[in-house]
């Protein structure tokens, strides 16, 4: 049976191979070498979205699963009406209500308009960046509302009868279990994060699909363009999907 995956690789990979080679020789690629630097900024842009994004949102989503699992009614609510209301409205809808919302809205004020932070909140990219963190904050908090509750209560009884402080105990014990339960999770709601940034460019905010789309607008070449997309997010979601599994390695060993 192992010689027969082994053998079954190397077809896929000899596969794999041919189709990249008729595509580099077949296809049309004469435009890259003129859209190359706007892709590179595209691709970059996307990168920077996805790591802050997610980065805010599980700083969001901790205090908001921790809020519904142990926290009293007055946080406890709040905290699972929002998860409720993002999780049920399309990531889209949220995207253009701050948008075209927020967006339209500041205009008006003029104490906002005659400040320094106006420069930046006349673009489109603190939007597009609050309107992930919120939708990731809102799906993560959901698990880890469940991965806090999973941690056994002996372990965090024995901490207490210790004379262990609380903070403490979150920091050296429930916390560390309760991402390492989550981290499958997270790892690919991540992967879901990194293919919700093509909605960005829906409010002018140039990401590695907006560029893709401009290259058809501009050339009439449809295949090439996409299939380079698809390239782009594979890789992408490939070092994802291996950072999660360094991870889950190394959180283990430190809470044990």
Known sequence: MTGFWQTHRVVMALVALALLVWCVLRLRWE???????????????????????VLLGMTLAIPLGLAQAVGPWYLAAPARVFCTVVRGTPLLLQLWLLYYGLGSLFPQIPWIRGSDLWPILRQ??????????????????EVMRGA??????????????????RVTILRRIWLPQALHRALPT?????VLQLKATPLVATITVVDI???????????????????????????ITGVIVLAFRWLERRIPARVA
Do not use: C, N
């Open 186 to 190: 997270l790892g690919g709601e991540t």
């Open 31 to 53: 435009w890259l070498p003129e859209y190359l630097p706007l892709a590179a900024a595209g691709i970059w842009r996307t990168i920077w979205i996805l790591a802050v994004t």
């Open 209 to 235: 699909y907006a560029v893709s789309s401009r290259v058809r607008q501009d050339t009439f070449i449809t295949y090439e363009p996409l299939l380079l997309l698809a390239l782009v997010y594979l890789v």
């Open 124 to 141: 489109a990219w603190p939007y597009a960046v609050l309107a992930l963190t919120l939708s990731f904050a809102g799906y993560e908090g």
């Open 148 to 165: 806090f509750r999973s941690v056994p209560k002996g372990q965090l009884e024995a901490a207490r009868a210790m004379g262990m402080p």
